[in-house]
Structure formats: C-alpha cells, structure tokens
C-alpha cells in the first residue's frame, strides 16, 4: 500500500494538498473559454482553417474537461465539497455525457487495486505492447469516429437501462427507453441544448456538429488513447509503486492537447492523490530533489512511450507485464 509519508514529509504534503477556489474556476474557464472560441471563430469566419484549427483545439479541451472531471471525482477541483460536486458534473462531466458520481466510484477503485484483478483500468495496460501495424489499425479506428461511437453508444444504452454492448431494445418500449435515457441524462441533454442554442442564434448549428461532436468522436479518442497509454502500459513492474505508472515529460504546447492539466505528472497523481492538478509539478520537483525520481518510470517523452508501446513483434521489445510475474 502507498503511504505519501515514505516519499515526502507531513508538511511539504500538507502544503501540496492545498486547493485554490480561484484555480479550480479559472481551470474550467480556460477550457470552456477556448471551446467557445473555436466555435465563435467558425461562426465568423467559417471554412476549412477555422474547421481544422478548432477540431484539433476542442479534440485536447475535450480531454481537458474529463481531466477536471477526474479532479472532481477525487474532489480536488474546488476546496467546497458542494460546489465541487456541482459545478464538477454540469460543466465537465454532463457536456460529455459522463457522471461524475459513477465514475468517482469505478476510478477510486483503480487507485485501490492498481495492477490487480480487482483494477477496473488493467486491461488497457496489459493489452500492450502492440504492433505498428496493430496500433495504426486503432489509430484509424480512432480517427474515423468508430471507437468514439463504440463510447457513447455503450454510455447512452446503459443509460437507457440496456445492456451496453447489446443490440435493439431488448423487448422493451422506444418510450420507456427514452425516457430512461432523458431522466439519467438530463445533464447531457441540458448542457448540449445549450450549446446548440448558442451556435444556432450566431448562424451556423453545423459548428456544433462539426467543432463540439466531431472531436468527441474522432481525435478525443487519439488523445485519450495516447493518455491511457502512457499512463500504465509497458511499465517496468506492476508491484512497485513507484515503477507501476508513469509520468511523461512534455513541452506545453504538446501538453496543451495531449496532457492538459497535469496530467503527464501521473506518478505523483498516484502517490498524493490528495494534491490538486496545479501542485503535481511541486511534487516532482520535490521527488526529483529527493532522488526518488531516479528509480522510478519517467519518461523523456511520449514519443518514447509510444515506441514502447508498439515494439510487439521487434527483437528486444517489451513483453507484456502481468503482476504475478513479480510476486
């Protein structure tokens, strides 16, 4: 079990676990702020650039809204446990058509067992090392919308109250259905109304399919896959908690789509799960001080990452690592 104390002292975790209402607002503005500019650009000026400039931008400010999400799960978003909660669901989790609540309960559970059986993510680390061709097969997957439709049409079946990878309505009514859906997804519905609205009275409703859902379904996907990956595949071992995920050194502008928030600092995330997105940068600068960084998965970058995690099929590549294999 990680204990914060074995790595920092009481007090350089006490001032780390620090939160800033100010922050946690301003975080959620800056996402938002560039989400509507993408679409204010378009509906001014509407055309390929604008189109390409916001696809990319608003594909990394999805990703940013489930980070602040992931902040709020643990409850670091804002230091009130009300607002947190409230603002944490209507403006990160519900645009996105996620629950907080749920994922609050299935995310705790991978800090609890991670690299275990019980560990509700294992499975997307131990499917690696891949091969190029393997990972350029998802790629396209990715980028053509059919893993993001996987996504949501899992999210909006099991919201309806279906079996997520089913088909049809299982002898049930279309109303009954939707009336599920509406019922646990007023949220979505609410805050997609809106943002239709708004797009719709400046002229150009398409920019809400082309520059809010089109992201979601297509590079969402790649930067969460990238993410995902980074995070706890092709690791050196499983058991130690320092060795069992990765942090991943990146310039701002690359993190600014990739890695929004902090979120590369997810080895410290592990270790100080009480320490807000803002103080994970302490945090490694006081572990790197220590010297507890020099043993622990670190990596240059996520191109090396990725190099890891396509070398299935290459002589000297990684296998794949299970836990029993170090116990």
């Known amino acids: 079990m990680v204990r914060p104390t074995d790595y920092l002292t009481r007090a350089e975790i006490s001032r780390l676990n620090r939160r800033s209402t100010w922050k946690g607002l301003a975080a959620i503005a800056w996402s938002w702020g560039w ?7 378009f509906c001014v ?7 390409l400039v916001g696809w990319v931008i608003v594909s990394g400010r999805h990703l940013g809204l489930a980070i602040l999400m992931h902040d709020g799960a643990h409850r670091l978003l804002l230091p009130s446990k009300k607002w947190n909660d409230r603002l944490g669901a209507w403006l990160t989790a519900y645009p996105m058509m996620t629950d907080m ?3 609050r309960s299935i995310h705790l559970k991978h800090h609890k067992a991670t690299w275990t059986e019980d560990d509700p993510d294992l499975s997307l680390a131990t499917a690696l090392p891949v091969t190029r061709a393997s990972f350029r097969r998802k790629m396209i997957r990715d980028l053509t919308g059919r893993t993001g439709w996987q996504r949501y049409r899992f999210i909006a079946r099991v919201s309806a109250g279906l079996s997520g990878n089913g088909k049809g309505l299982e002898g049930a009514t279309l109303r009954s259905v939707l009336t599920r859906f509406a019922r ?14 708004a797009v719709s009275a400046a002229g150009h409703p398409e920019a809400f399919f082309l520059l809010w859902w089109l992201p979601a379904l297509t590079g969402y996907s790649v930067v969460l896959r990238i ?12 058991v130690d908690p320092l060795r069992n995920t990765r942090t991943t050194l990146a310039p701002f502008w690359l993190r600014f789509i990739l890695a929004p928030y902090n979120v590369n600092y997810h080895l410290e995330h592990h270790l100080f799960m009480s320490v807000p997105w803002y103080n994970l940068p302490k945090a490694h600068r006081l572990l790197r001080e220590k010297g507890i960084l020099d043993r622990a998965e670190v990596a240059a970058s ?3 990452v990725l190099r890891k995690a396509t070398s299935a099929g290459r002589d000297g590549g990684p296998r794949r690592p299970t836990r029993e294999a170090y116990v």
């Not at 997804?185 to 239709?196: C, E, M, P, R, V």
């Not at 993410?227 to 499983?238: G, K």
Request: charge should be negative; charged fraction near 10%; include cysteine.
């Open 35 to 41: 989400i509507g500019a993408c679409l204010a650009a």
């Open 184 to 197: 646990r997804q007023y949220g979505f519905l609410i805050s997609n109304a809106a943002l239709l609205a």
């Open 101 to 103: 609540q749920v994922y």
């Open 302 to 304: 996520y191109l090396e």
């Open 45 to 51: 000026h509407p055309g390929v650039l604008t189109f």
């Open 227 to 238: 993410r995902n990956i980074a995070e706890h595949a092709v690791i050196a071992d499983p």
